[in-house]
T-cell receptor, first 114, second 114 residues
Framework: DTGVSQDPRHKITKRGQNVTFRCDPI?????LYWYRQTLGQGPEFLTY????????KSRLLSDRFSAERPKGSFSTLEIQRTEQGDSAMYLC????????????FGPGTRLTVL | AQSVTQLDSQVPVFEEAPVELRCNYS??????LFWYVQYPNQGLQLLLK??????LVESINGFEAEFNKSQTSFHLRKPSVHISDTAEYFC????????????FGTGTRLQVTL
């Protein structure tokens, strides 16, 4: 399978704990994106990378959130001191630089903060 | 900045009936337009896209959408739906200049029944 993969698929944590999610994009894609989706809403952009450079971050991304893509391949999204409001589906997508903006999505990581 | 409006949160329809899911957008720059579909417990899949050229675009499973620049709309249609079309449908746009982050609507739940 050469699609976008995410790990874990589900994460349950207690408020105040740190969590880290991983995304492996399609191998030849230079761009990698993180989105957050809550119930009844469309995905909301969080941040994106072109190769290893983080080019844009949403104002939604508080200081408790950090993302990395150290070698321009996989990416991690860390949430520190989780809050109940962080409960959501975290989606990763990738795309080639030249591609008309089409993005390929992974299955998502569902985070539940108790 | 861009915004996308999907006025219908839910659309119930009988099998073999036609359906239209509405999408309107607002943008100060030119955009590419997309429809994504999300089946239960799955990630987002691209259904169809408009980049340029003919304003009517079609998918392999019978859906079509028409880009109307004057009305800033990109409505999705299917002349005869199937039970398997039951899913959440998201309209999205991206700035043609950067072709980076997608801006999504809130989604329309299509519920097909016998």
């Amino acid at each position: 399978d050469t699609g976008v993969s995410q790990d874990p698929r589900h994460k349950i944590t207690k408020r105040g704990q740190n969590v880290t999610f991983r995304c492996d994009p399609i191998s030849e894609h230079n761009r990698l994106y993180w989105y957050r989706q809550t119930l009844g809403q469309g995905p909301e952009f969080l941040t994106y990378f072109q190769n290893e450079a983080q080019l844009e971050k949403s104002r939604l991304l508080s200081d408790r959130f950090s993302a990395e893509r150290p070698k321009g391949s996989f990416s991690t999204l860390e949430i520190q001191r989780t809050e109940q409001g962080d409960s959501a589906m975290y989606l990763c997508a990738s795309s080639p630089i030249q591609g008309g903006g089409e993005q390929f999505f992974g299955p998502g990581t569902r985070l539940t903060v108790l | 900045a861009q915004s996308v409006t999907q006025l219908d949160s839910q659309v119930p329809v009988f099998e073999e009936a036609p359906v239209e899911l509405r999408c309107n957008y607002s943008s100060s720059v030119s955009v590419y337009l997309f429809w994504y579909v999300q089946y239960p417990n799955q990630g987002l899949q691209l259904l169809l896209k408009y980049l340029s050229g003919s304003t009517l675009v079609e998918s392999i499973n019978g859906f079509e959408a028409e880009f109307n620049k004057s009305q800033t709309s990109f409505h999705l249609r299917k002349p005869s739906v199937h039970i398997s079309d039951t899913a959440e449908y998201f309209c999205a746009v991206v700035n043609t200049g950067t072709a980076s982050k997608l801006t999504f609507g809130t989604g329309t739940r299509l519920q097909v029944t016998l």
